[in-house]
């Protein structure tokens, strides 16, 4: 039998009521020493004073049982709400140490729940996003995880990969080759492939989800980033001057935008340089395209340069707007690798005098609408954890097609699909080890 934990559940500070959370074999025994309560009926609760070991009372409480059959943890446990005083909290908790509760671990609530099967990992895992969710979409596709869409999927993959390995199974002692067989197996291996990549596509909207909506102003020292930067925020937020190499550090600011909120990033202008200061900056730009969701690209539209080949075939590759810049100066060709970055919507703008920057800020919705916004089909957006784990799926199933593909032994093909449902089993948790337990629930507050 684990040992029974107990944690404060509620921020510790001065506050109307603090939870204090208790779970494990000894609750009926804590509740009947320091209540005095018998006859305890789950889920219901009850005024009484907390009498401490020494005889001396310390708070009146409500205190809620829960029986392990229905309670969260799948053990008994009670939620202690007393006055919401840091020292009555910290007198009570070392209280119940001292009656032989143990104060749990970060998550430790929640993970018992999932290792007495009350909820599967990638539920627990929803709990936290739950915690985390700064917006609705966010919260509501948490939920959603929580009710089960994730594991439900999960459960039909599983069935059908199962199904498939029993079938192959049954092939394996046959001697001759049965084309149609196989073409009927690779079938279903393709609407499995379909399914997982439908899954593994919404991992991108996960950041735009949980972590809002992220925006680099990029281009050659001059173009007027920094400019740009104070015009979308109408003031003299950074320092703007005909040196180029002015911006060095990149400097962030949020604004809202139609609704959406847009952390904007002012970056060190590109170009070759020896000032290793300058240089930490352009890495940092760099480092920036990489980890944004947009792309302002500027251009000096008077004096437009080549962007360095290995930078504008990153930027092809992501969300962008080419924003020319200065339309109040003369208008000059476009060197070879910026005419490539056309494919982008293009606006005008003069950041100096204004001009152009509603236009922009419409441009940088609608892309935001277009490219970033999860669509309404899509109901999951899974983690790092559960995508590192498709990924592997996928390639199992890949190599399990090329087996039968090539006509190799039916037992390859087995060995593959059987792997990939085992590998499956680990993101709802069928399936485990200590470190991704521990990196999954270290996570949690205490208390949780
Ligand atoms: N005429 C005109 N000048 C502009 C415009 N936008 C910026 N400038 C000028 O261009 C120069 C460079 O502007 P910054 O905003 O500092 O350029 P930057 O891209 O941030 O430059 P670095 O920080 O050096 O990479 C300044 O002298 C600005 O006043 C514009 O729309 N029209
Ligand atoms: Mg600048």
Known sequence: MPDTIVALATPFGLSAIAKIRVSGALTQSLIRKHFGKENLISHFAFLAHY???????????????????????GEDSMEIDCHGNPLIIRLIIEDLQLSGCRIAEPGEFTKRAYLNHKIDLCQAEAVLDIIHATNESALKTSQKQLQGTLSGKIFRLSDDLLLLLVEVESRIDFVEEDLEFDDKILNK???????????????????????????????????????????????????????????????????AIDGFLIKIIDTAGLRETDDEVEQLGIKKTIENIYAVDLCLIVVDQNSPLPLEKEVATKLQEKVCILVFNKVDLEKNSLPYFLEKLKIFPQVFVSAKYGTGIDILKSTIVDEIRKNLLMPQEI??????????????????IVSAKNVLENQQPYELCAS?????????????????????????????????
Do not use: W
């Open 189 to 255: 291996l393709d609407e499995i492939l379909d399914e997982i990549e439908k899954i593994v596509g919404s991992h991108k909207f996960r950041r735009t989800l949980f972590h809002g909506i992220s925006v680099a102003i990029v281009g050659h020292p001059n173009a007027g980033k920094s400019s740009l930067l104070n015009a979308l925020l109408n003031e003299e937020r950074v320092l703007v001057s005909d040196i180029p190499g002015t911006t060095r550090d990149f400097i962030s600011e949020n604004i």
């Open 379 to 396: 109901t999951i957006a899974i983690n790092e954890r559960h995508r590192e784990i498709f990924q592997t799926v996928r390639n199992l």
């Open 51 to 73: 009498r401490a070991i020494s005889g001396e009372i310390l708070d009146q409480v409500i205190v809620l049982f829960f029986s392990g059959e229905r309670s969260h943890t």
């Open 416 to 448: 593959d699909l059987r792997f990939a449902l085992e590998t499956l089993g680990y993101i709802t948790g069928k399936y485990n080890n200590e470190e991704m337990l521990g990196k999954i629930f270290n996570q949690f507050c205490i208390g949780k």
